[in-house]
């Protein structure tokens, strides 16, 4: 289909899976030499930008490893957040929930602590062809092993993007940036540029590092600079030399900024009929980033002017990229779809809906960069940390494997960022926000072996003479369950002897479900703990 618009324990200590999964020699490198220099890349920022111009092993759905403990503390249902730590996995057991950084800032700037307090999950650094082969007498891969070297210490499983830069090797040389930063342009040599890969695949893979994405938002000219075809050209010559070097490679797309999913989806409603619903669409999405004076694609008001909007080059160029990787999936070439979501949390499912119509069923969704853009005086922490909660539970709700928060932290006084539009969960001067206790509790709370997640549906029951109205996640494992529940109407909550309640941060919570997520964790599997809950709000 065309989508143009015209048709808690802390350490720093490596943890025992992290030693067995990335081997004895990933244990013993450390990162001694670190220099604390910034090595920020265009990818700690994310494209969406205002513009106007044109993992290491588990790589596939993810297997924790140790069980959260099964036995409730306390007896009698609890409305408070008392003894809910109890409950939840320990720091740096292995969940869904990762984190992306600047990476080599944090320990200078005070962030090392709140980095430790997220891990277990994933995070990505980007490998750049015109970085490693800068220099004419041999490739050097300081940057990226001291990246892996990180991970591996702070208990992170490791990604790379790979991209090719902007230098004397590429189409398009000019550059007055870091070649870590610059845009990505088509190589001069293919054949060179694959050895690269070769190489890196093969480096990385024997460390088993398995997860790649080729290149990174596509549809924005400060990532890359070639045209979409020039991109599904590199791509195709690309992953297969990915899996050839490691038969084990996932391999996943380049993902396009988040401000793309508003005009794709607006433009769809348009094919389909409906450019009232298209409009509707898109200025809910746009609402806070207008707000803020940084939406990219501009504003509407009118679906004429909608409709100009999207004829507009910018809009055009980010629809025919986001075509293109749609395209190269439905060629098989990539194994994952790779999702990047800033913007409202209530408009998330419709745009998974959306991309999962379009790509070859069963193909697999991973949220590589997920966070809340805000810009403007009206942005609010406390309601921040409630959409990150509502954000992570409709992802894992709606079977996306992978979540992965960026930013932890902005750089103070970034050139590439210099005012905060996605919310960081800790202030630039490394003050908790209450999004960063939400996100380390929801870490906790899905970590561990034999871990299901599903929405919470309708009520189960047959006989009911209502639905009750709960929203949110099931967190289900062989003997207990968790919940992260919300209503758009308040209900009473009588829960059963032995269950917990709290506030996502793990504070007391009242005896009510209303609009603002709490978690419920159940002494129960989940099929009767399901109909229990449902059961406790009549």
């Known amino acids: 289909m065309s989508l143009r618009p015209t048709t808690a324990v802390r350490s720093c200590v490596v943890t025992l899976a992290a030693c067995v ?57 609890e409305t408070s957040g008392a003894g809910i730590d109890g409950v939840l996995a320990p720091v740096g057991t292995p969940n869904p929930l990762g984190a992306r950084w600047n990476w080599f800032r944090y320990e200078t700037d005070g962030f090392g602590q709140a980095v430790r307090d997220l891990a277990g999950g994933s995070t990505w650094i980007e490998l750049v062809w015109c970085d490693v082969a800068g220099q004419p007498a041999a490739l050097n891969w300081t940057i990226p092993d001291r990246a892996f070297s990180e991970a591996i210490e702070l208990g992170y499983t490791l990604a790379f993007k790979l991209r090719t830069g902007s230098c004397a090797l590429t189409v398009d040389p000019a550059s007055d940036v870091d070649p870590r930063r610059a845009s990505s342009s088509p190589p001069v040599d293919t054949d060179s540029y694959l050895a690269f890969v070769r190489e890196a695949v093969t480096r990385y893979s024997s460390q088993r590092v398995h997860l790649w994405a080729i290149e990174n938002e596509i549809d924005a000219a400060n990532a890359w600079m070639g045209t979409d075809g020039e991109y599904a050209a590199l791509a195709r010559a690309v992953v297969p030399v990915v899996r050839e070097a490691d038969p084990q490679a996932v391999v996943a797309d380049a993902g396009v900024s988040s401000v793309v999913y508003g005009i794709a989806v607006a433009a769809s409603r348009i094919d389909d009929g409906d450019p009232a619903g298209a409009l509707g669409w898109f200025q809910e999405f746009s609402r806070r980033r207008a707000e803020g004076g940084g939406y990219r694609f501009g504003v509407a008001s009118t679906s004429d002017e909608l409709s100009a909007l999207l004829a507009a080059p910018d809009a055009v160029r980010a629809l025919d990229a986001l075509d293109a990787i749609l395209a190269l999936h439905a060629e098989n070439l990539f194994d994952v779809y790779q999702l990047h979501w800033y913007d409202p949390w209530t408009l998330l499912a419709d745009a998974l809906g959306f991309v999962r119509e379009q790509l070859p069923t069963g193909r697999p969704v991973e949220a590589w960069e997920v966070g809340v853009a805000w810009p403007g005086p009206g942005y609010d922490p406390d309601e921040h940390a409630l959409d990150t909660v509502r954000l992570v539970a409709v ?29 960081g969960l800790y202030e630039p001067d490394a003050r908790p926000r209450p999004a960063a206790a939400v996100y380390e509790t929801l ?96």
């Not at 994310?46 to 503390?73: K, L, M, R, V």
């Open 443 to 538: 870490t906790r709370l899905s970590a561990g072996d034999d871990v299901s997640f599903e929405p919470i549906a309708a009520d189960p029951d047959p006989d009911a003479a209502r639905e009750d109205g709960l929203s949110g996640l099931v967190i289900g494992r062989p003997d207990t369950t968790a919940f992260v529940v919300w209503s758009d109407t308040d209900l009473d909550l009588d829960l059963p002897e032995g269950w917990l309640h709290a506030d996502p941060s793990g504070g007391p919570a009242p005896s009510t479900i209303t609009s603002t997520p709490s978690i419920i964790w159940a002494d129960q599997p989940a099929p009767p703990a399901i109909v229990a809950l449902h059961e406790s709000v009549r």
């Open 21 to 77: 999964g990335l081997g004895s020699a990933a244990c013993t490198s450390g990162s001694e030499g670190r220099s604390g220099a910034d090595v920020t890349s265009a990818s700690d920022v994310p494209s969406d930008a205002p513009a106007t111009s044109g993992a290491g092993a588990p790589t596939g759905p993810i297997q924790p490893g140790a069980a959260a403990p099964s036995a409730a503390p306390g007896t009698g249902a």
């Open 395 to 423: 992802l894992l709700a709606n079977g996306v494997q992978r979540v992965i928060y960026l930013p932890v932290f902005q750089t103070e006084g970034s050139r590439l960022q210099p005012v905060e539009i996605w919310r």
